[in-house]
């Protein structure tokens, strides 16, 4: 599987997200305090832009008159008509046997660690000799 740097981690601080395009595919990047998360950018609804959803948390019930609000920030909310899905692995909350966003996995590495890519381009030497510049061909 080959990576693909898309931001710095200065450009998503946490609680922060970033559209990015990879080989054509819209993904939103979401750092979900301190880790990072990437899914599919449309809502399989209808076709809702994810990244502009609202973050929110997760409330569940063990009885009725009885909630518990857990996961702050952690669930996404399309924006369009409110489906809610897991930031952390896509599931669907609407209906979770069946729907589910496409998630990626994002790592955050120094850009030495990065692979280097196929094309390298030609150098020529340069020095400095008594104030000139000096190209080697």
Known sequence: MKKFVVATTKEIPPGARKLVHVKGRPIAVF?????????????????????????????????????????????LRCPWHGWEFDVRTGQSYCDPERIKVRSYPVDVAEGRELVEGPYIAETVPVSVENDYVVIEL
Request: glycine share 18%.
């Open 31 to 75: 750092n979900i305090k301190g880790e990072y998360f990437g899914l599919f950018d449309r809502c399989p609804h209808l076709g809702g832009s994810l990244c502009r959803g609202k973050l929110t948390g997760l409330v569940q019930s063990k009885k009725p008159g009885e909630y518990q609000y857990s996961r702050e920030g952690e669930i």
